[in-house]
């Protein structure tokens, strides 16, 4: 790692806290959030995070309530979207389309995996874009779970 990839990560960590801090309060505030189940989610080491995801916001509930960053495996359409790239560059988000080639699937899913094995958290938001093909096709749900594993 060169001394700007190290420059550009603090830079990163430090954004993101902030913004986690900052949607937080304004979760409490606005939606009354509060936060339960914390033992379920480890504090070390990685792990995917499966939740049923309803709504654009269910991420930045995520991303509030858990005390670690979290990468989110998310539709390849909205991470292009303007008003979404700096949340996703931001979180460091893994896009992920039906459209996509078997072959980039295949490397969307395996840094998905990689993350895991590095001590992160990557979160799949069932439903959500282009991760909800993973509910509709039962051979692309059984292969992606191969490649996570």
Not at 10 to 39: D, H, K, P, Q, W
Not at 83 to 95: C, F, H, K, T, V
Request: charged letters at 25%; glycine letters at 6%.
């Amino acid at each position: 790692m060169t001394w700007s990839d190290g420059a550009l990560e603090f830079f990163n960590r430090i954004a993101y806290t902030s913004l986690r801090f900052f949607m937080r309060m304004i979760f409490r505030l606005v939606y009354g959030l509060r936060i339960e189940g914390f033992e379920h989610v480890p504090r070390k080491g990685g792990a995917l995070l499966v939740a049923n995801h309803l709504s654009y916001i269910d991420p930045l509930f995520i991303a509030a309530a858990l005390r670690r960053p979290v990468r989110f495996i998310m539709n390849e359409g909205h991470h292009r979207r303007l008003w979404l790239r700096p949340l996703s560059l931001l979180s460091r988000a893994i896009p992920l389309s039906s459209e996509m080639r078997p072959r980039e699937m295949i490397g969307a899913l395996r840094i998905a995996a990689e993350s895991v094995r590095r001590g992160e958290l990557v979160s799949e938001l069932l439903g959500f874009g282009a991760t909800s093909l993973l509910r509709r096709d039962l051979r692309v749900q059984q292969f992606a779970l191969m490649v996570l594993a």
